[in-house]
């Protein structure tokens, strides 16, 4: 089969295409095609007319991921592949954006990057899935859902903080941790600091959650307030902050709950079996993870939450130790509030928190490790699909430190073709590390990794 490789730049409504052959050689010039029925068809109608002149073709699509612009043409191709010998996949847009500026390429527009992507798509093979039926589209547009819902709400409580500083800033001391229900409730009755002074503590007391005593504590600081804006425009903005996000509240446990009795993957009683992880956090860490086979160590699910530490190392330097955090910021949102929750609810994640302060952490860079190493504990369940176990982890961590303990020197295997030399012309530095390395190495010569390594080098 010979390959040929169709790269597609979806915008909003239509998509721009180019074919290459494998040596990146234009096989079909750039053509524009309306997402639409009369363009799908007008796609057919091309794939059709070449495979009829190409009889022992192969074509390899790519489309970059774009929020949801290039999904009607990549399930149209994928049911495709019933007529014609085509795989499509999605490709990574960041991977594409380099791709271009390790080309040179300084002029951007739609022609481009659609040979941009089939350019790609030759060049990074291994770096393709094609063909991967998402099992997940209808989780990940539940979830994206109740994610708009989240930032909806937050977005209005921002909003109703500031409106409750000129109106209401004896309630702030109770919204340090967010906005409790029965403040916000009681804001949909006294939206203003004047209102809430002339109630009567019975009528106060009749909300959920507030007491007789909190309620005569409520009238006596609204009494005294400070409040600068008591007008009626502003009673009518408090209100109805106040009542949209209720409304928001009752809606997102509503779609959790959805969410949680519509979709039964075997991953997530393996994930909420880990004590700090809850359905929702499990659905989201599930959508990003995504299969599990996908990664051959933990490493490379480490690198892709961007957890994995990062330095500069040249010369004699080497500093900027710190947490990468690049890629998506999702997935390291949802592991960051896994995290807070485990140092408070789960023993042994706890015990872990404590001994990292102790050693001299703060308590985010201890949070972070905490982070990482809540990721390794979910890849070892995920991989040997087994549910939490806390005597596994005990057992693994006891080995590592056996081994750390029985590493006491770290042979250079860099060096292993010559010794340094004392005739290098080395930095004062350099000769401090030389020096502490060779103390190190007479003392581990006696050792039978020691004897190994000398018949290694003879």
Not at 35 to 55: E, I, M, P, T, V
Not at 235 to 244: C, F, G, N, R, V
């Amino acid at each position: 089969m010979k390959p040929y490789f169709l790269g597609g730049d979806t915008s909003k409504g239509y998509c721009d295409f180019i074919l290459l052959d494998e040596r990146k050689r234009t096989v079909e010039e750039n053509f524009q095609l309306d997402d639409c029925y009369d363009g799908h068809w007008a796609l057919f109608g091309f794939l059709r007319r070449f495979f009829s002149n190409h009889k022992d073709a192969a074509i390899y699509a790519g489309f970059e991921s774009t929020g949801g612009y290039e999904t009607n043409w990549y399930q149209f191709l994928w049911k495709l592949q019933k007529n014609f010998n085509i795989q499509v996949a999605r490709v990574n847009p960041f991977g594409v954006k380099h791709h271009k500026k390790a080309s040179l390429e300084r002029i951007e527009t739609d022609k481009i990057s659609a040979r941009a992507i089939a350019e790609y798509l030759i060049n990074y093979p291994h770096k393709v899935e094609y063909s991967k039926d998402d099992c997940f589209a209808g989780l990940r547009r539940h979830w994206k859902y109740i994610r708009m819902l989240k930032k909806q709400k937050s977005q209005l409580q921002t909003t109703l903080k500031a409106q409750l500083y000129v109106a209401h800033p004896q309630l702030l001391t109770y919204c340090k941790e967010g906005m409790n229900d029965w403040t916000l409730h009681l804001l949909t009755k006294y939206p203003t600091a004047s209102l809430l002074a002339a109630a009567e503590a019975k009528t106060v007391s009749d909300i959920p959650y507030i007491s007789k005593e909190r309620a005569n504590e409520l009238i006596s600081d609204a009494k005294k307030s400070i409040a600068s804006m008591q007008d009626s425009s502003m009673e009518d903005l408090i209100q109805s902050a106040a009542h949209q996000i209720l409304h928001l509240k009752k809606s997102i446990d509503q779609q959790v709950k959805a969410m949680t009795s519509t979709y039964d993957f075997p991953e997530i009683e393996i994930m909420v079996s880990f004590i700090g992880i809850d359905h929702y956090s499990a659905f989201g860490l599930l959508l990003n993870i995504g299969a599990i086979e996908q990664y051959d160590s933990v490493k490379p699910l480490a690198s892709f939450f961007g957890m994995h530490p990062i330095y500069r190392e040249s010369g004699d330097g080497k500093g900027g130790i710190h947490m990468s955090k690049k890629g998506r910021k999702e997935p390291r949102w949802i592991l960051f509030n896994v995290a807070k929750s485990a140092v408070v609810h789960n023993e042994m994640i706890k015990q872990l928190y404590e001994e990292y302060q102790a050693k001299g952490k703060c308590k985010m860079s201890a949070l972070g490790i905490i982070m990482h190493k809540i990721l390794r504990i979910l890849y070892g369940m995920l991989k040997h699909n087994k549910k939490y176990d806390p005597t596994v982890d005990m057992a693994n961590r006891k080995k590592t430190i056996r081994k750390k303990e029985a590493l006491t020197f770290k042979p250079n295997k860099n060096r292993r073709y010559q010794d340094y030399s004392q005739k290098a012309p080395i930095s004062r530095r350099q000769t401090k590390k030389r020096k502490k390395y060779k103390q190190e190495e007479v003392a581990w010569q006696t050792t039978i990794g020691g004897k190994e390594n000398q018949n290694l080098r003879q």
